[in-house]
């Protein structure tokens, strides 16, 4: 099919390192759709469930960013998803990168990231995390409290200390405010601390909440930064770092931009000086990243099995029983811990991936794979009567907080990743602009 060409060339920036052409493992292609056609195909294991990763969304976003807070140094929370190809993706484009822990880092460095483009952005770490990112030259981190202060100084004595700051994060889905952020009150103590240490503290750094759907909280956690940065005044300091961390949504973007760009222009009127970066992570990958999970087990009470005429069933309570082969131990972790409700698509149907535009539905609930009753992907969604054992549900916006804290609980292995340059006219666009920038 004209879809199914290699285009080991389409996600080649030119200028740029090629990202992908040499590896074997990956499956280019164009067109989202495609790459679950290949299930079909048999391309893929035909039980297995699998990403399919669209690099071009995660360019656009870039572009996106570059548009709308052209001040704003991106430093991508690998946390988020650290998928190497999106890494390469980014280190490609020159963003930066927030690091959690001494396994990000390695990862990071392996792909030659300069240390100076990381940031320690964990606010209590491991005094030999410190140790090891020091000898990594990484030097930049951030901390909320007097004992980490005590560990830094201990263990590396020229870091670069960013003070992390509590903000209002009553309106995000992931309140990060219960375990980390220094209310501003304590802070000219902590740097009275930093100071008596003979610490260098460099600026301000703070999160409004993973998932934040109220961008006027980015107004009111720079107010805040603005105060923190008098302090470092008061205490002796000239702060020339503001992180204005993650927390960025890809529906209220160009609205949380435009407010977070206003606040700073009001808090921050002479900034020549003032280096400015965020932590963003589910902002770049979230919609990049879908998920094809194939129907590997039915349930139906005896009055809906096939073949029966009696329907006597609430249509309101799910009846059917679907399983697929990932689950909330698996990529749909993010039910859990990130407060997500995915929602299934169908992409085959009795077999056949052309499913009609409208076919009779009957509530239904979806299930993980493992022997856990926990393991719920949907408690009542509306599927087709007529979904069977072996087609394909898919789930979109799976890209943020999903297969990096999958577990392989019951011997389920963690899905894999078909990485496309995406399709339709968006993708032909965004070619055009890869070929442009090379002339
Ligand atoms: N920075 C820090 C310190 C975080 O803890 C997180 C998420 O937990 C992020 C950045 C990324 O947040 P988001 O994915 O909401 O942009």
């Given at each position: 099919?004209?879809?199914?060409?290699?285009?080991?060339?389409?996600?080649?920036?030119?200028?740029?390192?090629?990202?992908?052409?040499?590896?074997?493992?990956?499956?280019?292609?164009?067109?989202?759709?495609?790459?679950?056609?290949?299930?079909?195909?048999?391309?893929?294991?035909?039980?297995?469930?699998?990403?399919?990763?669209?690099?071009?969304?995660?360019?656009?976003?870039?572009?996106?960013?570059?548009?709308?807070?052209?001040?704003?140094?991106?430093?991508?929370?690998?946390?988020?998803?650290?998928?190497?190809?999106?890494?390469?993706?980014?280190?490609?484009?020159?963003?930066?990168?927030?690091?959690?822990?001494?396994?990000?880092?390695?990862?990071?460095?392996?792909?030659?990231?300069?240390?100076?483009?990381?940031?320690?952005?964990?606010?209590?770490?491991?005094?030999?995390?410190?140790?090891?990112?020091?000898?990594?030259?990484?030097?930049m981190?951030?901390?909320?409290?007097?004992?980490?202060?005590?560990?830094?100084?201990?263990?590396?004595?020229?870091?670069k200390?960013v003070?992390?700051?509590?903000?209002?994060?009553?309106?995000?889905?992931?309140?990060?405010?219960?375990?980390?952020?220094?209310?501003?009150?304590?802070?000219?103590?902590?740097?009275?601390?930093?100071?008596?240490?003979?610490?260098d503290v460099i600026g301000v750094?703070?999160?409004?909440?993973?998932?934040?759907?109220?961008?006027?909280?980015?107004?009111?956690?720079?107010?805040?930064?603005?105060?923190?940065f008098?302090?470092g005044k008061?205490?002796?300091y000239e702060f020339n770092l503001l992180d204005?961390?993650?927390?960025?949504?890809?529906?209220?973007?160009?609205?949380?931009?435009?407010?977070?760009?206003?606040?700073?222009?009001?808090?921050f009127?002479n900034r020549r000086d003032i280096r400015i970066i965020?932590?963003?992570?589910?902002?770049?990958?979230?919609?990049?990243?879908?998920?094809?999970?194939?129907?590997?087990?039915?349930?139906?009470?005896?009055?809906?099995?096939?073949?029966?005429?009696?329907?006597?069933?609430?249509?309101?309570?799910?009846?059917?029983?679907?399983?697929?082969?990932?689950?909330?131990?698996?990529?749909?972790?993010?039910?859990?811990?990130?407060?997500?409700?995915?929602?299934?698509?169908?992409?085959?149907?009795?077999?056949?991936?052309?499913?009609?535009?409208?076919?009779?539905?009957?509530?239904?609930?979806?299930?993980?794979?493992?022997?856990?009753?926990?393991?719920?992907?949907?408690?009542?969604?509306?599927?087709?009567?007529?979904?069977?054992?072996?087609?394909?549900?898919?789930?979109?916006?799976?890209?943020?907080?999903?297969?990096?804290?999958?577990?392989?609980?019951?011997?389920?292995?963690?899905?894999?990743?078909?990485?496309?340059?995406?399709?339709?006219?968006?993708?032909?666009?965004?070619?055009?602009?890869?070929?442009?920038?090379?002339?």
């Amino acid at each position: 099919g004209k879809g199914d060409a290699r285009v080991d060339d389409d996600v080649t920036i030119p200028g740029l390192p090629p990202l992908l052409r040499g590896h074997p493992d990956i499956h280019l292609r164009n067109g989202v759709m495609n790459a679950y056609e290949l299930a079909a195909a048999g391309e893929v294991d035909a039980e297995k469930a699998f990403f399919v990763a669209d690099l071009s969304y995660v360019y656009r976003q870039h572009l996106r960013w570059k548009a709308n807070l052209p001040e704003i140094e991106p430093f991508y929370a690998v946390k988020c998803n650290p998928d190497p190809y999106v890494l390469r993706l980014l280190a490609a484009l020159g963003t930066g990168f927030d690091c959690a822990s001494m396994g990000e880092i390695s990862q990071v460095a392996a792909i030659n990231i300069d240390p100076s483009r990381i940031i320690f952005a964990n606010p209590c770490k491991a005094a030999s995390f410190i140790r090891s990112a020091a000898k990594s030259g990484v030097d930049m981190m951030t901390f909320d409290n007097t004992d980490e202060l005590y560990k830094i100084a201990r263990v590396n004595p020229s870091a670069k200390l960013v003070v992390r700051i509590l903000t209002d994060d009553s309106k995000s889905l992931c309140r990060l405010g219960l375990k980390f952020g220094a209310p501003l009150v304590s802070v000219p103590g902590l740097l009275a601390k930093a100071r008596e240490l003979q610490l260098d503290v460099i600026g301000v750094s703070f999160h409004v909440g993973s998932g934040c759907y109220d961008s006027s909280a980015f107004a009111d956690a720079v107010k805040r930064a603005r105060s923190a940065f008098d302090m470092g005044k008061e205490a002796g300091y000239e702060f020339n770092l503001l992180d204005v961390g993650g927390g960025f949504e890809d529906g209220s973007f160009e609205t949380t931009a435009s407010i977070l760009k206003d606040a700073i222009s009001q808090h921050f009127p002479n900034r020549r000086d003032i280096r400015i970066i965020a932590e963003p992570g589910r902002y770049y990958v979230s919609k990049a990243f879908s998920l094809a999970a194939n129907v590997i087990a039915r349930r139906a009470p005896p009055a809906l099995e096939r073949g029966s005429q009696d329907v006597d069933v609430d249509p309101e309570q799910p009846s059917v029983m679907y399983y697929i082969n990932d689950g909330v131990y698996g990529s749909f972790n993010c039910i859990l811990f990130d407060h997500q409700a995915p929602q299934p698509h169908v992409l085959s149907l009795g077999g056949s991936f052309h499913v009609p535009a409208s076919v009779p539905l009957r509530a239904s609930s979806v299930w993980g794979p493992t022997c856990d009753s926990i393991d719920c992907v949907c408690a009542v969604t509306q599927l087709p009567e007529t979904l069977q054992v072996g087609d394909w549900l898919a789930f979109e916006n799976m890209g943020a907080y999903t297969m990096c804290a999958a577990s392989q609980f019951n011997g389920f292995e963690v899905s894999t990743v078909m990485y496309t340059a995406g399709g339709g006219a968006d993708a032909a666009e965004v070619r055009a602009v890869l070929r442009e920038r090379g002339q």
